[in-house]
T-cell receptor, first 113, second 114 residues
């Protein structure tokens, strides 16, 4: 596809369950980012990948959050033992390296009940 | 550490009026500055950016922003608002060219009335 693809687009889960969110970046983009967008909180940086390695994990809010990237392409963000405060839109973006030019997906809206 | 402050979570203007969205940044190194826009039910897209060189930068849809180091500001303007400009606007800062993540502000929702 031409853009960043995220799946699922919507996810409703019960508190305490684990969830996996998937991101397919634009082909050839070496950098991949995860952000969380909550109402009134703007975009919160979670993690950044360059290739398959994550030089910056500083934004992961707790050890329940983890992410991996394989083959320099697809990335998954995993949230274990979900809590209600994890409810948000999770955005993925990729970049070819041009300064600050991130291409965002449409996000996964996570609702924890 | 870097940070971005967007003054005003909501801005309302009339069609044809000047649009001014305020952004102030904090950075210990020369910053790279960006504005992103999120139209309803769409993903974020880059509106314009300042990296080096000319401090007045022009973006898509008639928007421009000026980097003012002395004021640590990067305000977004458009001379004449259009209904289609209604969206959420995010200011962002990055400290270097190495591709590390942008730090975003909390966003400003722009409403345009006829």
């Amino acid at each position: 596809g031409a853009g960043v693809s995220q799946s699922p687009s919507n996810k409703v889960t019960e508190k305490g369950k684990d969830v996996e969110l998937r991101c397919d970046p634009i082909s050839g983009h070496t950098a991949l980012y995860w952000y969380r967008q909550s109402l009134g909180q703007g975009l919160e940086f979670l993690i950044y990948f360059q290739g398959n390695s994550a030089p910056d994990k500083s934004g992961l809010p707790s050890d329940r959050f983890s992410a991996e990237r394989t083959g320099g392409s697809v990335s998954t963000l995993t949230i274990q033992r979900t809590q209600q405060e994890d409810s948000a839109v999770y955005l993925c973006a990729s970049s070819s390296g041009t300064v600050g030019t991130l291409h965002f997906g449409n996000g996964t809206r996570l609702t924890v009940t | 550490a870097q940070s971005v402050t967007q003054l005003g979570s909501h801005v309302s203007v009339s069609e044809g009026a000047l649009v001014l969205l305020r952004c102030n940044y904090s950075s210990s190194v020369p910053p790279y500055l960006f504005w992103y826009v999120q139209y309803p039910n769409q993903g974020l897209q880059l509106l314009l950016k300042y990296t080096t060189g000319a401090t007045l930068v022009k973006g898509i849809n008639g928007f421009e922003a000026e980097f003012k180091k002395s004021e640590t500001s990067f305000h977004l303007t458009k001379p004449s608002a259009h209904m289609s400009d209604a969206a959420e606007y995010f200011c962002a800062v990055s400290s270097n060219q190495a591709g590390t993540a942008l730090i975003f502000g909390k966003g400003t929702t722009l409403s345009v009335s006829s």
